[in-house]
């Protein structure tokens, strides 16, 4: 994490969980966001406006996962689930035996970068090779609630992409790949522990 006192590394205001707090909160709330001279946020008001009932949270720093990735996990009976995002190809693969450990119906994992939704194309370098008999028996099986991703299978061509993530099914679906002539999944979306494959 970052140290909020070191101005080499000032809040980025781009970030996405940043930007998601500010888009939920002021669904609910009248939001007042108390900024430093350099522009950093400090300290994020949150008022309930028919009653004038108010909590304040300090901002102390924001960290961006560079690379991100999940990692997808095919189930015996086709079902895929994604877990992460992290930050690379290489942790989301150092997840993957605890994960296979705990869930024996766990037959394949693949490390798949995550797409940006805003871009509707998806570049060739997201996409992720898959042995022919993985690529067709791959099923649709999309969470009801929950985080999730969109999965994108190209099954003639064994490949697989990774677009996301969303806060729900419904989020998800409004987003179409420019891609026409490939199939697309809603997939649960789970966190990576930390500490649970140490």
């Not at 709330?29 to 430093?36: D, I, K, M, S, Y």
């Not at 060739?124 to 099923?139: K, S, V």
Request: one cysteine or more.
């Amino acid at each position: 994490m970052r140290d909020s006192n070191d101005d080499k590394y000032p809040f980025d205001t781009d970030n996405r969980a940043w930007q998601r707090l500010l888009a939920l909160a002021s669904e609910h709330f009248e939001v007042l966001t108390w900024a430093r001279e350099d522009g950093r946020p400090a300290i994020l008001s949150l008022v309930h406006v028919s009653s004038g009932d108010t909590i304040s949270l300090t901002v102390l720093d924001s960290l961006e996962v560079s690379d991100p990735h999940v990692l997808l996990a095919v189930h015996t009976d086709g079902r895929l689930t994604a877990h992460g995002t992290v930050a690379g190809p290489a942790t989301a693969l150092e997840y993957a035996p605890d994960l296979v450990l705990t869930d024996g119906m766990i037959t394949a994992t693949v490390a798949v970068p995550v797409h940006n939704p805003t871009d509707a194309n998806i570049a060739p370098d997201a996409w992720r090779h898959l042995p022919d008999d993985l690529a067709d028996r791959l099923l649709d099986a999309p969470p009801e609630t929950g985080a999730c991703m969109v999965v994108l299978l190209d099954r003639a061509g064994h490949r697989l992409a990774a677009g996301g993530s969303f806060l729900s099914p419904a989020s998800a679906s409004a987003w179409k790949p420019g891609d026409d002539a490939v199939e697309w999944f809603l997939v649960p979306l789970y966190p990576i522990v930390a500490d649970r494959h140490r």
